[in-house]
């Protein structure tokens, strides 16, 4: 079936660094790849998406690229805050379907002030 | 705007038990969802409802049931709880606006089967 790959699950970087967390899916039919954030006790939200016909995308420290070819996708985040501490979802839209999500298993980013 | 709102906040069941979790949105939204969140596990879709009158299982659906009632209410029936479905529970709803399929989320149910 569908599945979306995480890496890593764990992320510690100093305030001020770089953020990297990339995501592979397998459904070549997705065409829709959002992120979501979730802070400690609180619901997932929406922070940035991208589509297939798009390979960047860019709001303010934090952009999305995508490589169809390849089936990956990655968020970077600059200039880390302590704010960003979260754990980030990836998700992908199933056999083309964009109101359908599967989610990668998460990352639990940590910016050490 | 109440945006989606979920209830129970927490519920604490024996095996066997059945309940019903509540989701509503004032967002005349047309898609609605229910997802499971385990540690390690993420988000795990168990059913949507991509239009009123319509459902459709996800990745996890045994041991459960929907009901779309109206455009606003979609409700998830754990018809014998087991231990397995402790977790915490989001309903979303989500609509195209666009290129984009925004899923907004509700506060989430913490439920604990014993």
């Known amino acids: 079936g569908e599945n979306v790959e995480q890496h890593p699950s764990t992320l510690s970087v100093q305030e001020g660094d770089s953020a990297v967390i990339k995501c592979t899916y397998s459904?070549?039919?997705?065409?829709?790849f959002p992120w979501y954030k979730q802070e400690l006790g609180k619901r997932p939200q929406l922070i940035i998406d991208?589509?297939?016909?798009?390979g960047e995308k860019k709001d303010q420290r934090i952009a999305v690229t995508l490589n169809k070819t390849a089936k990956h996708f990655s968020l970077h985040i600059t200039e880390t805050q302590p704010e960003d501490s979260a754990v980030y979802f990836c998700?992908?839209?199933?056999?083309?379907?964009?109101?359908?999500?599967?989610f990668g298993t998460g990352t639990l980013l940590a910016v050490q002030p | 705007n109440a945006g989606v709102t979920q209830t129970p906040k927490f519920q604490v069941l024996k095996t066997g038990q059945s309940m019903t979790l509540q989701c509503a949105q004032d967002?005349?939204?047309?898609?609605m969802y229910w997802y499971r969140q385990d540690p390690g596990m993420g988000l795990r879709l168990i059913y949507y409802?991509?239009?009123?009158?319509?459902?459709d299982k996800g990745e996890v659906p045994n041991g459960y049931n929907v009901s779309r009632l109206n455009k606003r209410e979609f409700s998830l029936r754990l018809e014998s709880a087991a231990p397995s479905q402790t977790s915490v529970y989001f309903c979303?709803?989500?609509?195209?606006?666009?290129?984009?399929?925004?899923?907004?989320f509700g506060p989430g149910t913490r439920l604990t089967v014993l």
């Open positions: 967002m005349n939204h047309n898609s």
């Open positions: 409802s991509a239009s009123e009158g319509t459902t």
């Open positions: 991208i589509r297939s016909n798009v």
């Open positions: 998700a992908a839209s199933i056999r083309g379907a964009t109101n359908k999500l599967i």
């Open positions: 979303a709803s989500s609509d195209f606006s666009g290129s984009r399929n925004e899923q907004f």
């Open positions: 459904d070549s039919a997705s065409n829709y």
